[in-house]
């Protein structure tokens, strides 16, 4: 009995180790002949002499496209040279170049987020960008086309600025027969307080030369926002106060300044009311 | 008769024995070379696509070059003509 147990045991476990032996192969060698095992053989080595050829020629390639790599670099750094020549600079001026280009766009993406009433409140400040723009246009780096492609940015959003800040621009109010500007102020729809006639007067200077004279179909401007290079008078202000504002003159001595631009509606220096649109001369 | 079937028996078995072991087998030495040849091939199909994704982004790379180069040289043309803007 223990001999037949012994005899299952070592023939499972003989079957189990072949089992082991050849699993580790890809062929099952058992059945395989001779013609089969050399067929096998040579598409093998073939496959592998294909395929060592194949890495030869793709590194060759390769050895080629890195040369002809270095060579374009080459050529690229060259023509900068030139270009740099050409232009009477040098690396260091050319990023700088483009840096202020890209502080330009951000500077005026900035200015377009702002509210059209402060777009047009600014509208010296959008003046001077695109007098920056103008500026950094006479530089000759100005003509690559990474450049001009900045530019034609940076006019759009001046374009899409100015565009903007037309909606603020003031509304108008036709007079009828029977107005006067005390009337119009206190309008619900104008300024609802008729003080603020000094307001109506003198935003619309060019064509109200007698404040108690106004005519029927006359169009009068009814600004709602201050202008650029305006200010509304508030109540307990005074010239020199308005002038030594850093928006102003930052300098109270120049209230004269102030009042030789606003000669037309103060007679006193000293005498100036609330809701006076002056003038603020640069 | 009964010594014909033993000689047959005999007969059929050694004919039996003889087939069996002459039966044609790789040997450890063949199976091995087989197997590594197998290895050795798969491993370079392996480098090979490797090398020719390498070359396609030098390929690229080479192309990218090219643009740049091509752009600069219209570049250096516009630099050469430019002309300050009208006043």
Known sequence: ?????????????????????????????????????????????????????????????????????????????????????????????????????????????????LSPEEIYSKSNELNELEARLEELKKDPFSSMAEQQKLIAEIESLIEQAKEKAKTAVPPTYTVMKGDYLWKIAGKEDIYGNPMAWWRIYTSNLDQIKNPDLIYPNQVLAIPRVVGPNEHLVQKGEFLSKIASYPNVYGDSFKWQKLYEANKAFISDPNLIYPFQVLKIAR | MNKLRIFMLALISVAMLSLTSCKWKPSEEQIKTLEETKAAALSAEETLQKKKAERQEWENKVAAKKAELEKLKKDKENVQNFQQPAE
């Not at chain 1, 079957?15 to 040579?42: D, I, K, P």
């Not at chain 1, 050829?53 to 050895?63: C, L, N, Q, T, V």
């Not at chain 1, 600079?89 to 990023?95: K, L, T, V």
């Open chain 1, 1 to 113: 009995m223990k001999i037949r147990l012994a005899v299952i045991l070592s023939l499972f476990l003989s079957l189990v180790f072949a089992n082991v032996v050849l699993a580790q192969y890809s062929y099952n060698y058992e059945e395989m002949t001779q013609e089969q095992y050399n067929a096998l053989l040579a598409e093998w080595q073939q496959r592998l002499d294909t395929a060592k050829k194949g890495i030869a020629e793709e590194e060759a390639k390769i050895e080629q496209l890195k040369k002809e790599y270095d060579a374009l670099q080459a050529e690229i750094d060259q023509t900068w040279q030139e270009i740099f020549q050409i232009a009477e600079s040098n690396n260091a001026a050319y990023n700088a170049y483009k840096g202020n280009l890209e502080q330009l766009r951000d500077e005026v993406r900035a200015f377009l987020n």
